[in-house]
Nanobody, 130 residues
């Protein structure tokens, strides 16, 4: 019904920047939320950030403490695409990054849990060299 595709990963030096894209295809709705997660080898999937909106003019973004001030989530409604701009990258940011779609806009702290998201992309590798 809905397919998500991440792109933009790669190799970058410490302090560099990358912009990840998540393109949605298939049936989508105007009131949704999109989350970004990451998973390093041997680690559990970790919440990175989330953007939600109920109109084309109003949106809300939330970030994990580990990336706050360095990462920014944005959206392009016309292209059905969500972006994750990553600046001041550190080696500990190395992971496979996933985007996910949540059909429920309003949530409590559950928005940090992978299980509440309905659709997932295949992931894109981000490697930060020291």
């Amino acid at each position: 019904q809905v397919q998500l595709a991440e792109s933009g990963g790669g190799l970058v030096q410490t302090g560099g920047s990358l912009r990840l894209s998540c393109a949605a295809s298939g049936r989508t709705f105007s009131r949704i939320a999109m989350g970004w997660f990451r998973q390093a080898p041997g680690e559990e999937r970790e919440f990175v950030g989330r953007i939600s909106w109920s109109s084309s003019t109003t949106s809300y973004a939330y970030y994990a403490d580990s990336v706050k001030g360095r990462f920014t989530i944005s959206r392009d409604n016309a292209k059905n695409t969500v972006y994750l701009q990553m600046n001041s990258l550190k080696p500990e940011d190395t992971a496979v990054y996933y985007c996910a779609l949540d059909n429920q806009v309003f949530r409590n702290s559950d928005y940090k849990l992978p299980r509440v998201y309905d659709y997932w992309g295949q992931g894109t590798q981000v490697t930060v060299a020291s």
